[in-house]
């Protein structure tokens, strides 16, 4: 199943949390096919960026890519539903691009739980606790 991974997703896989590793296992096993925004990948450089420097940032970005895993989308293909769904929901940015980016592409948005949308109701959002 093709997915538009969030950024706190992949931080737990940089730091090879139990998270990290249940997605790890579900993407070698074949049964997911992540995808990243641009943004989403800006904004993991930041999270990474502020924890280790910039050097092991940009280190692991480019492992994370070289990987062959990830599928990379421009998240300003999917501005329209970008604006809608921050428009009609309290959420970051981010969050409201890889929602959005899932629409756009038809597919679900993968999430580990996280406050901002646990209560929220959208159709295309998995968490990966639930996985």
């Known amino acids: 199943m093709r997915v538009v991974v969030d950024t706190g997703l992949i931080v737990e896989v940089l730091e090879g949390s139990e998270l990290g590793e249940k997605f790890l296992k579900l993407v070698k096993d074949g049964k997911l096919k992540p995808v990243i925004t641009n943004l989403t990948l800006i904004e993991i450089t930041y999270v990474i960026c502020r924890k280790y420097g910039i050097s092991k940032a940009k280190e692991l970005v480019k492992k994370l890519l070289d990987s062959g895993y990830f599928e990379l989308v421009n998240a300003l293909d999917f ?41 929220k109701r959208f159709d295309n959002v998995l968490f990966i606790e639930n996985e």
Do not use: R
């Open 79 to 119: 501005s329209d539903y970008i604006v809608e769904v921050k428009c009609n929901n309290s959420l970051s940015i981010l969050d409201a691009s890889v929602i959005a980016a899932a629409k756009g592409l038809k597919v679900k948005a993968l999430f580990k739980m996280e406050k901002e949308l646990k209560d």
